[in-house]
């Protein structure tokens, strides 16, 4: 037989796949094209399934999901009028409402770094529009002029940070009560929650108090949702108690003393607590007797150190959260120490310096500023620790780190003074600076985000 072929017989062959496989190719396309446009305008519904098999458990951050299997469906529904990009929103909107990582045991929502990003989100409200906003963090409306730190977004290492839509918290928080419970950095923190909530829930929203001012209450009345403050900067009864008038020299405690206060807090939905600074001290003088006698001038004092304080304090409170916390009833949350930038030196200024002019955070975010006690913290990881293996579902927000580098988001000198500055202050504004609290909008509402993402989950 004759297996040649012509040169002519070639060319043609090579001709004819050609043709071929450019209409199979076309015909691929408009296929895909048409898939896609099917795609974006379906519900989709995404079920996610995480096992968590990882027992080692880092101290820093108490994860009470370790061993347990999640199973979350996110329900997405595109309409698309760009097919071109039918896709991309498909991704983006997956990505927007799938849980973070972190929660499921991957990373470490708590450890990253700050990103300055005037493109996004933030801040999440203003100050003149937040009608609750406390003179105290106003810094704003008191004479700051930058406004930089409000632009500033919190990073996680490995993963990204949790984001809620609006319509979802409103959902989730309908019916429920909220109540921070603690000093006045949780005060500061709740003042946050309340400029957030006020800025995505529509129809009427008021603020009271009662119970003699321990208790802030701010309602959004269509919605039945109360997000309360609690002063008790100790958690135990003590001489700071007064919720306006509480500058002492000492600190006088009932270290068993506890349920004068904690009677107010067991109907609430949701708890959130923080205690640290107030025990900074460097003696704290203990009732003999442990009760609450704080008043009586002739009572008996033992003296110890504030770390044994601290610890039998905790011990206290952790006693009446096992007794009195149901776990599928209350969800219950502890809020980490956060920094105070009180020496410039520390960062590289100048040695008589404090935050007052800082305009920029700390940029490595390595940095740890000397006022944070780390005896102190294991103290408390410790204490919710041991408070964990009792079956009380408690969860640390541990907002220790990204609060370190921010040394220039506090009011120092732009708040309300509740007393007049001195000659000498005047001369030198930093002597009165304020390097504890935040200006709001500001940090403390990365701390709510965080928390949203823990409620929301």
């Known amino acids: 037989m004759n297996y040649s072929i012509g040169l002519c017989g070639m060319q043609t ?31 989709i519904t995404v079920t996610l399934t995480n096992t968590v098999t990882n027992k080692n458990v880092d101290t820093r951050v108490i994860d009470h999901q370790e061993g347990a299997s999640h199973n979350i469906t996110v329900t997405l529904t595109n309409k698309v009028t760009n097919k071109n990009v039918a896709t991309r929103v498909f991704d983006h909107q997956e990505k927007l409402r799938s849980p973070p990582t972190s929660l499921t045991g991957a990373c470490d929502l708590f450890s990253g770094r700050w990103v300055y990003d005037d493109t996004s989100h933030y801040p999440l409200y203003k100050e003149r529009e937040c009608p609750f906003l406390h003179d105290s963090f106003a810094c704003q409306t008191y004479g700051r002029k930058d406004s930089k730190y409000q632009h500033w977004r919190w990073q996680p290492h490995g993963c990204e940070f949790p984001r809620f839509a609006g319509k979802e918290i409103i959902e989730r928080l309908k019916g429920k009560r909220l109540l921070f419970v603690g000093d006045s950095l949780n005060r500061n923190q709740w003042n946050s929650m309340i400029c957030i909530l006020d800025s995505l829930i529509p129809g009427v929203k008021t603020m009271g108090g ?14 039945n949702i109360s997000v309360d403050f609690y002063w008790d900067p100790l958690l135990v009864e003590s001489n700071g108690d007064n919720p306006t008038n509480h500058r002492t020299d ?28 107030w025990w900074r001290a460097p003696v704290v003088k203990l009732i003999k007797s442990g009760e609450s006698l704080l008043d009586d001038p002739n009572q008996e004092y033992e003296e110890v150190d504030s770390l044994h304080a601290y610890e039998m304090g905790l011990k206290t409170w952790s006693n009446w959260a096992h007794t009195h916390i149901d776990p599928s009833k209350t969800k219950l949350f502890f809020m980490g120490a956060t920094a105070t930038h009180f020496s410039a030196k520390e960062w590289g200024g ?3 310096k404090n935050c007052y002019g800082e305009t920029e955070p700390v940029m490595d975010d390595r940095f740890w500023e000397s006022r944070t006690d780390s005896k102190m913290l294991s103290i408390l990881y410790s204490s919710l620790n041991k408070l964990k293996t009792t079956r009380v579902n408690i969860q ?15 009011p120092t000198v732009f708040k309300k003074q509740w007393r007049p500055f001195t000659n000498e202050q005047k001369k030198n504004p930093q002597l009165a600076s304020d390097c504890s609290h935040w200006c709001l909008p500001g940090v403390p509402d990365i701390w709510n985000e965080l928390l949203l993402a823990y409620i929301l989950r």
Do not use: P
Request: include cysteine.
């Open 396 to 410: 640390l927000i541990n907002i220790t780190q990204l609060t370190q580098c921010r040394k220039d988001a506090h």
């Open 350 to 352: 100048m040695s008589n």
């Open 210 to 223: 009662g119970l003699n001012g321990f208790l802030r209450t701010f309602k959004a009345t269509d919605y």
């Open 13 to 43: 062959m090579i001709h004819c796949s050609l043709v071929i496989f450019f209409l199979g190719g076309l015909a691929t396309m408009s296929y895909y094209r048409n898939s896609i446009q099917e795609v974006a305008s379906h519900d």
């Open 250 to 277: 000492s600190r006088i405690v009932g270290i068993k003393a506890i349920e004068k206060h904690a009677k107010h807090w067991v109907d609430a939905d949701i708890l959130i607590f923080n205690s640290y600074n």
